[in-house]
């Protein structure tokens, strides 16, 4: 069982433009008091292909962490246009929302990102170089990919049967969470999960 429950993720300003930056409310509980502090990361995928793409917009220290309710604003700028790829910068990409306890990740919440121009003319006839300041990005908020992973939140115990599995092999799924439509498969999402 996890000591700490994100119980909402409210997206707010969104869609918006591409250069402004990313704002997360984020409400959680927390079932156990927890001695260290809880960082949450954003990070934007900007390449499906190549993690050297990936940009941490925003890491933060919350904690200790008493039993109760908690409800804060993550603000992250937007990413670094000159550090993605002109190719990779129009169309759907990732946006990973983390949290970590002690070093080891416990959730992460995936949304696609639509990059789009903001002007019905650019769209049908985009120019050969992005016009970055008319690129509108809209968080699909309505279907985050939650993935929770088990962690030791006391590892002051040093009981062998409290080890989580390996990192790579996430214990449970979100299984209210609609999966995307077929139509909308891209190479990011091996990454939303």
């Not at 121009?117 to 939650?146: A, M, T």
Request: glycine content about 4%; overall charge negative.
């Amino acid at each position: 069982m996890s000591a700490v429950n994100i119980t909402n993720v409210a997206v707010l300003d969104n869609p918006a433009s591409f250069l402004k930056p990313f704002q997360f409310e984020i409400t959680y509980e927390c079932l156990t008091p927890l001695a260290d502090d809880l960082e949450w990361k954003l990070i934007y995928v900007g390449s499906a292909e190549d993690e050297t793409y990936d940009q941490l917009l925003e890491s933060v220290l919350v904690g200790p962490i008493n039993v109760g309710n908690y409800r804060f604003v993550l603000q992250a700028d937007p990413p670094d246009p000159s550090k993605i790829r002109e190719e990779d910068i129009m169309g759907v990409t990732v946006l990973l929302l983390t949290c970590s306890y002690v070093g080891q990740e416990f959730i992460r919440v995936g949304y696609y990102v639509n990059n789009e121009y903001d002007d019905e003319q650019l769209k049908e006839e985009p120019p050969q170089k992005v016009l970055i300041d008319r690129v509108q990005r809209n968080i699909l908020s309505d279907k985050p990919r939650v993935t929770k992973f088990p962690i030791n939140f006391h590892p002051e115990n040093k009981d062998p049967g409290d080890q989580p599995p390996p990192p790579d092999h996430p214990a449970e799924t979100d299984g209210n969470r609609e999966e995307p439509p077929a139509s909308t498969h891209h190479p990011s999402d091996a990454r939303l999960s």
